[in-house]
């Protein structure tokens, strides 16, 4: 499943993910916990920060502990500012606030509207009327 996201990321990129930023939202193991040990979401983002993606990680909990794992990625504890730009959003930890996300609030934060919902949990219809492109896994 961890490739296959990284996989959908560089297609929802267009083959490349070199210099495109990349929000991360969520990157503990599971929601309501700073638990960051074997966590699918991290390993995505650094596999992505691998290919040249600019990865900016977000998680209400888990931030401080990612970050003493993994240095190489750029963290932040606001949502609003990993999403400020992005080219494309992960959806990898399916905290309460991100599966309340408004789809036409975060439209004006990114540059890309372009969402890979690796939990299942947002609302696909919604999100396509908001003019995303929006991808879920096991979903068509």
Do not use: C
Request: charged share 30%.
């Amino acid at each position: 499943q961890r490739q296959r996201v990284v996989d959908l990321a560089v297609a929802a990129l267009g083959g490349s993910v070199h210099r495109k930023k990349v929000a991360v939202l969520g990157v503990t193991f599971k929601p309501d916990s700073d638990d960051v040990r074997d966590s699918p979401a991290l390993d995505v983002a650094v596999l992505l920060k691998g290919l040249g993606a600019d990865v900016v990680a977000t998680d209400p909990e888990g931030v401080e502990n990612a970050r003493a794992r993994h240095p190489q990625l750029d963290y932040t504890t606001s949502m609003r500012e990993a999403l400020h730009g992005a080219d494309l959003v992960l959806l990898l930890t399916e905290w309460r606030e991100y599966r309340a996300l408004d789809p036409a609030a975060a439209g004006r934060l990114v540059a890309g509207r372009r969402i890979i919902d690796g939990r299942n949990v947002l609302d696909p219809v919604a999100w396509r009327a908001a003019g995303w492109e929006y991808r879920g896994l096991g979903r068509p």
